[in-house]
């Protein structure tokens, strides 16, 4: 099919060719094979909701026949507040998503390389052929980021490195040494993006430097998001940071209002709300060590649980429970996880830490299933 579709043709328009071999994006499901509705723990979603201070926000965002701020004022000087940073220096976007890919736009194109770490975050092949780069996959070391594979795979066309950490998939995380050493190994022209989606998850104290890297480098943006500890992934908020230059750039093509009304009312009610944060963050450490305690009980029928410093547990299975039959288990115990063969790993399942009961139930599961 995609053959035909980039075929070019008198008869219809024809796509770029990077376009048209973009595999697009696979959201975690939330229905089983025959269509019931299965509890989903397959899109890292907060299993707590959304704080009641957003959620009583929604009802009150203003006018929606008017077009919402399209500098989304409010909300950036919330969050340049809460994070010390100058508002000046943040954008907003529709998700972070929608700033992964302009970050590859802005700064890469046909001819160029982005570079990423196997099992990365999924966007990233998109982010890049989306603007004509090539995509390059770095090495990973036991299915974490290896900063010194990436610094390997750098090339004179290289224009844009993005780490996730915490990393989606895998649950890694590198500390602050390393990311200042792979900071400290990469050219200066040389964008790089640190994506802290789960960054709320990891303890203060093991904070990877980030933050303040992004406050003081000219060549390092960090990308934040809504839609998971503040579990507002429904309205589609997500910001960067980073020099003044980089931050010019992405408003520059960033969609002219891309924060609605309710997007900007509910996240600004969400960053006032911290003591939910604080909940959410401490009922993640709390199920997920007790769900990775259990997990590791299973070591000897094949099953290990990854180290995870996000809101999710990837789980490879070497025994004789494989884990496509844990995923359709799962399936038929209610619950729907994320099998990932399209991204390299059919031998893992990730599954996002729900509820004590639910985390529960999944460990129950599993033991049966792996006949222990
Ligand atoms: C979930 C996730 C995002 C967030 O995407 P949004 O568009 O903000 O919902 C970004 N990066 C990673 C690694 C993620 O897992």
Not at 319 to 331: R, S
Not at 357 to 367: H, K
Request: hydrophobic share 45%.
């Amino acid at each position: 099919m995609t053959d035909t579709i980039s075929t070019p043709s008198a008869d219809r328009p024809s796509p770029k060719p990077w376009i048209a071999q973009i595999h697009a994006y696979v959201p975690g499901k939330s229905t089983g094979t025959d269509g019931q509705v299965l509890l989903k723990l397959s899109a890292n979603e907060n299993p707590l909701g959304t704080s009641a201070a957003a959620q009583a926000a929604r009802a009150h965002a203003g006018d929606q026949a008017r077009y919402p701020d399209p500098d989304s004022v409010a909300l950036r000087g919330a969050l340049g507040t809460l994070h010390g940073i100058d508002p000046a220096r943040i954008v907003m976007g529709t998700g972070s998503d929608e700033l992964l890919n302009l970050a590859a736009q802005a700064y890469a194109g046909p001819g160029d390389q982005v570079l990423f770490v196997r099992y990365g975050f999924s966007v990233y092949d998109i982010a890049a052929r989306r603007c004509g780069a090539q995509p390059v996959v770095a090495p990973d070391r036991d299915y974490g980021t290896d900063v010194d594979a990436l610094l390997a795979a750098v090339t004179p066309a290289t224009r844009v490195v993005f780490l996730a950490n915490p990393n989606n998939p895998t649950g890694s995380y590198i500390g602050r040494a390393e990311i200042a050493r792979l900071h400290a190994g990469l050219r200066r022209d040389i964008l790089l993006v640190i994506d802290q989606a789960y960054a709320e998850y990891v303890a203060a104290a093991d904070d990877d430097g980030a933050l303040a890297l992004a406050a003081t480098a000219t060549n390092v943006l960090v990308t934040r998001t809504f839609s998971k500890i503040y579990g507002l992934a429904g309205e589609r908020v997500g910001w960067a940071t980073g020099d003044a230059a980089l931050v010019d750039m992405l408003n520059r093509i960033r969609g002219p209002f891309n924060l609605s009304l309710s997007a900007q009312a509910t996240a600004l009610a969400a960053v006032s709300d911290q003591a939910f944060v604080a909940a959410s963050r401490d009922h993640n450490r709390r199920e997920r060590a007790r769900f990775v305690e259990r997990l590791a009980a299973l070591g000897n029928h094949g099953l290990r649980p990854l180290p995870s410093e996000a809101n999710f547990v990837l789980i490879e299975f070497t025994g004789g429970l494989t884990a496509e039959a844990a995923y359709l288990g799962l399936m038929e115990h209610g619950y729907i996880t994320r099998w990932l063969p399209g991204q390299g790993l059919p031998q893992c399942l990730r599954i996002t830490i729900g509820t004590a009961e639910q985390m529960d139930a999944i460990a129950a599961a599993l033991t049966q299933m792996a006949g222990a």
